[in-house]
């Protein structure tokens, strides 16, 4: 090969090398601003019953990482996190869905319990034949438990199923 070539084939090795670094560098400065406010950064969720979208779905805890930096915040119990009841049908289904892809989402249903105005389930049962709303009426509890690749999210939101002719 003659010098000429040689040097342009450097020059090409030299410059992905540099694009590789400036990758690295950029996620680095990304995941660190990231750390510093993860309320902003992390994924959110939707969460619709039938036809109603649930418009408030309070964050719980989260256990995430920033790739150098991993930032946690306490996981809360229903009692500690301000639930309001939104109206839905039975037997209606639950969809819940995240701004990013989750590699596991577990949904688990109690039954709502009311004390000084605040909605809460003291005991919660995994929902493994469907996410259905129950064909009872009543105030019922989900904790929704998101495993992401980077971490782990739980959220809480009630409903109030009614029948048809209930619901104002």
Do not use: C
């Amino acid at each position: 090969m003659n010098r000429l070539l040689r040097r342009k084939i450097r020059r090409y090795i030299f410059a992905v090398i540099m694009f590789i670094i400036a990758g690295y560098i950029t996620v680095f400065i990304k995941d660190t601003i990231d750390a510093k406010n993860p309320e902003v950064s992390l994924p959110i969720i939707e969460v619709t019953s039938g036809y109603t979208a649930v418009p408030y779905v309070p964050r719980a805890g989260y256990d995430w990482n920033f790739g150098l930096k991993s930032v946690a915040a306490p996981f809360l119990s229903s009692i500690d996190v301000p639930l309001i009841a939104y109206d839905a049908l039975p037997n209606t289904p639950i969809l819940v869905s995240f701004t990013s892809p989750a590699e596991q989402i577990t949904i688990y249903q109690g039954v709502g319990n009311t004390y000084e105005g605040k909605v809460f389930a003291s005991e919660f049962e995994e929902m493994r034949y469907g996410t259905n709303t129950p064909a009872e009426e009543g105030v019922y509890v989900y904790k929704v438990d998101a495993k992401f690749s980077r971490g782990t999210i739980v959220h809480y939101f009630a409903l109030n199923v009614k029948a048809p002719h209930n619901i104002v």
